[in-house]
């Protein structure tokens, strides 16, 4: 969770006390770290979206991620096309090294 930080000698940030925003902050901490754990949050696409300019945009990882769900939802049925498609800004290279991991790293299962 993102703030901006109290001044030392500040006892108000907004409408909430240090104390308060302190205390918002390590729930939702935990709450996230909760949501990983229990597999409802997906960990590698949290890191995977970063904020540029205050608009969420996602990392190339990100990106080949939700390419590659994608994929295993369609049962692996796509042409390279389709996934490129998916992947806007992202060498095809880059997509294809990517997609080799995740196949070997199934396999190995």
Do not use: H
Request: net charge neutral.
């Amino acid at each position: 969770m993102l703030f901006v930080p109290c001044l030392p000698g500040d006892e108000v940030c907004g409408d909430y006390t240090r104390e308060q925003l302190l205390e918002m902050n390590d729930r939702f901490v935990a709450a996230v770290e909760a949501a990983f754990a229990a597999g409802l949050e997906s960990s590698s696409a949290a890191r995977a979206t970063v904020k540029v300019n205050g608009k969420q945009r996602l990392t190339e990882e990100g990106t080949i991620e939700l390419a590659w769900r994608w994929f295993a939802e369609a049962k692996f049925q796509a042409t390279a096309l389709e996934v490129m498609a998916r992947c806007p800004g992202v060498s095809s290279e880059r997509v294809r090294v990517a997609f080799k991991e995740r196949f070997f790293s199934r396999v190995v299962r």
